[in-house]
């Protein structure tokens, strides 16, 4: 099982641009979460879809949108990326809401808006 | 919203010394977990707490979840430079906020040989 799989793992774009950031689990869970972590910051959620057709806000999500593809893939879309996107962007899955008893992390993608 | 502060932001410790840090709420948590990030990597998990009161142990790692649900430690013992890494606490509370995961700002260690 590779777990959870992000791509794509660095990126630079331009003020302006637009890019979609895959996620995809193979541990069949329901819960799928997309965090970004900044220095200083902890991880902060944008948004996270409990279950398969279902997104809803975190914490920061102005700026994003999400899609839930099926059960195993969750993106998440920058449509017109700023200087203040740049970030450590994680994906996470879970069994249940909530996560059970663990929300397994992927690697992460380094995104650097200019 | 719900906030954690976690301390101290950064550790800097010899070789076999004890680490402890901890986080603190404004608000009530039903479950309180503590992750490590190793560089470039994503968080993993270290313990879950589910009950107030509840002290986990895995290995050399022990944590508390507080009898008040505000506030919960970890501590290291006898750390070795593989402890290196972020931790990080993150409290899940109930109600409107369920399945909803908190964080912590992490707490750096550094471990010197």
């Known amino acids: 099982n590779a777990g959870v799989t992000q791509t794509p793992k660095f990126q630079v774009l331009k003020t302006g641009q637009s890019m979609t950031l895959q996620c995809a689990q193979d541990?069949?869970?329901?819960?799928m979460y997309w965090y970004r972590q900044d220095p200083g910051m902890g991880l902060r959620l944008i948004y996270y879809?409990?279950?398969?057709?279902?997104?809803d806000k975190g914490e920061v999500p102005n700026g994003y949108n999400v899609s839930r593809l099926n059960k195993r893939e969750f993106s998440l879309r920058l449509e017109s990326a700023a200087p203040s996107q740049t970030s450590v962007y994680f994906c996470a899955s879970s069994e249940a809401p909530g996560g059970g008893d663990e929300q397994f992390f992927g690697p992460g993608t380094r995104l650097t808006v200019l | 919203g719900q906030q954690l502060n976690q301390s101290p932001q950064s550790m800097f410790i010899q070789e076999g010394e004890d680490v402890s840090m901890n986080c603190t709420s404004s608000?009530?948590?039903?479950?309180w977990l503590w992750y490590k990030q190793d560089p470039g990597e994503g968080p993993v998990l270290l313990i879950a707490?589910?009950?107030?009161?509840e002290l986990t142990s895995n290995g050399r790692l022990t944590a508390q979840f507080g009898i008040t649900r505000k506030d919960s430690f970890l501590n290291i013992s006898a750390s070795i430079p593989s402890d290196v890494g972020i931790y990080f606490c993150?409290?899940?509370?109930?109600?409107?906020?369920?399945?909803?995961?908190?964080f912590g700002q992490g707490t750096i260690l550094t471990v010197h040989p």
């Open positions: 707490l589910y009950k107030a009161g």
């Open positions: 608000s009530i948590f039903n479950t």
């Open positions: 993150a409290g899940r509370g109930g109600g409107t906020s369920y399945g909803k995961l908190t």
């Open positions: 541990m069949n869970h329901n819960s």
């Open positions: 879809s409990a279950s398969e057709g279902t997104t």
